[in-house]
């Protein structure tokens, strides 16, 4: 065995052990190919242990069909596309057929969201929010968004696009126990800074929000009203959410790999011509250059199976969402919204503060195979982000696997065996692992 140095790197923000382990492995083998081996070989380990151990409850993913992973990894996927589709906005000869792909996606799009515009080139969430904060506001502008503990997410706040864009960024009142906006204090709130948008939409996200009351009020200045549909994008085109295009939002962004079940990329949705151009000048040529077509492809393929399964599959979610909130609230876990049904959307929020600290319980659960996330809750402040009181859980998955409301009992005693230490971790994985094998087929697409 090679002994690898300690090399310390200055300011270095990944685990400086996760890293050396890499060294050492990159050091010990005796050539190139045997270190893309165990590349292969971690890939494959995950997805043994994820794609068929696990209960995968991370609210932000889903699992994509067959057909649209192995699109993933199809030769479009090396050809350079820039610019707009046709013949004419193209820098590259030889997009003839990436033409034809690319409009099937943007076609897709705006079947799918009954929307005028649809753009489907940047690579993640994240960067959509980007191109709206560059495209509807300049520096200097003032903008309210939701704080993290109510659900906010970092793309809309000081640490992520937003601040990059050089905002003034307000808290948009959250009702902490109603977990929706604080309707009558975001009035006065608002009438006062007078915001140029409001970014509505949150990654924990369990009621609707209300959108027309709020686009009238930012109406009396010009401001706008734009809604980060990261989460709730699948929910929204297969009509279980509110229609945030159709109550007042200009623009809405989405994650395509979380309810949508898409590859993880980026989509931006639009009505009003008026801002046509500076969206699009947003994305092309600032955000997004030669755009992976391999995931326009599999965007699309994705968009037909929700045309036909959208609805019934988005449907289940929800009702999974709510019938797990149920047992594990009847179990004795405090769940949050309980008094309104637990949740509208994938996701269900657990207050774990009787059985530890979020951080802690994700991770007893994640040794159990059951997968989950820490979650700030309303009553946490930022600095308790390491150790938050919450956990949050999704349905997507399991649903995708076929699971029912029935199921999630079972999944409800999975975590509580868990969380109250009626069995070890151990004997729970066991256990995860025997019930997994009736949910291997991926649902609710042609395959
Ligand atoms: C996940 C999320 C994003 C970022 O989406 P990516 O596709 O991961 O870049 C943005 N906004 C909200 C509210 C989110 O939950």
Redesign the pocket.
């Known amino acids: 065995m090679v002994n690898v140095k300690e090399k310390i790197v200055q300011n270095e923000v990944h685990d400086p052990s996760v890293l050396r382990t890499a060294r050492e492995i990159i050091e010990n083998c005796s050539s190139p190919r045997l270190i893309q081996n165990e590349i292969l070989n971690a890939v494959e380990r995950n997805e043994l242990w994820r794609g068929k151990e696990c209960l995968n409850l991370l609210a932000?993913e889903a699992p994509t069909s067959p057909t649209v992973r192995n699109l993933l990894a199809s030769e479009v996927g090396t050809r350079a596309a820039e610019g707009h589709i046709g013949p004419t906005q193209r820098w590259f000869a030889g997009t003839t057929h990436i033409d034809e792909i690319e409009a099937l996606c943007v076609e897709l799009l705006k079947k799918v969201f009954k929307s005028n515009y649809a753009d489907h080139r940047l690579?993640?969430?994240?960067?959509?929010?980007l191109a709206v904060y560059s495209a509807l506001t300049k520096p200097g502008d003032n903008i309210m968004t939701i704080p993290q503990p109510t659900?906010?997410?970092?793309?809309?706040r000081y640490d992520?696009p937003a601040g990059i864009r050089g905002l003034n960024i307000f808290d948009v009142p959250m009702d902490s126990k109603e977990l929706t906006v604080d309707l009558e204090a975001f009035t006065k709130k608002a009438r006062e800074i007078k915001p140029r948008l409001v970014a509505l939409?949150?990654?924990m996200?369990l009621f609707p929000f209300p959108l027309k009351e709020m686009s009238k009020i930012v109406e009396e200045w010009g401001g706008k009203i734009f809604f980060?549909?990261?989460?709730q994008l699948g929910l929204i085109g297969g009509g279980q959410f509110q229609d945030p295009l159709r109550e007042g939002a200009c623009i809405m962004?989405?994650?395509?790999?979380?309810t949508f079940s898409g590859p993880?990329?980026?989509i931006i949705l639009w009505n009003d011509p008026e801002i046509n151009k500076s969206v699009t000048d947003a994305i092309f040529p600032a955000l997004a250059a030669t755009h992976q077509v391999n995931r326009v492809a599999a965007l699309a393929a994705a968009a037909a199976e929700f045309l036909a399964f959208g609805q019934e599959y988005m449907e289940q979610i929800v009702k999974n969402a709510q019938a797990l909130g149920k047992a594990l609230q009847e179990k004795g876990v405090t769940m949050l919204g309980s008094h309104k049904g637990f949740t509208k959307t994938h996701q269900v929020i657990a207050d774990v503060r009787a059985f530890g600290n979020g951080l802690e319980i994700a991770r007893k659960l994640g040794e159990a195979n059951i997968i989950t996330n820490k979650n700030l809750i309303p009553n946490d402040k930022p600095e308790d982000w390491d150790y938050p009181s919450g956990l949050r859980i999704g349905t997507t998955e399991v649903t995708r696997l076929g699971m029912k409301e029935s199921e999630m009992e079972i999944v409800a005693d999975f975590i509580l065996n868990v969380l109250e230490d009626k069995k070890s971790t151990k004997t729970v994985r066991n256990e995860i692992i025997d019930f997994r094998k009736s949910y291997q087929k991926i649902h609710y697409c042609f395959d």
């Open positions: 932000p690579v993640a969430s994240m960067v959509g929010n659900g906010g997410h970092s793309s809309n992520g939409g949150a990654s996200t980060d549909g990261a989460h962004t989405g994650s395509a790999g979380k993880q990329s980026g």
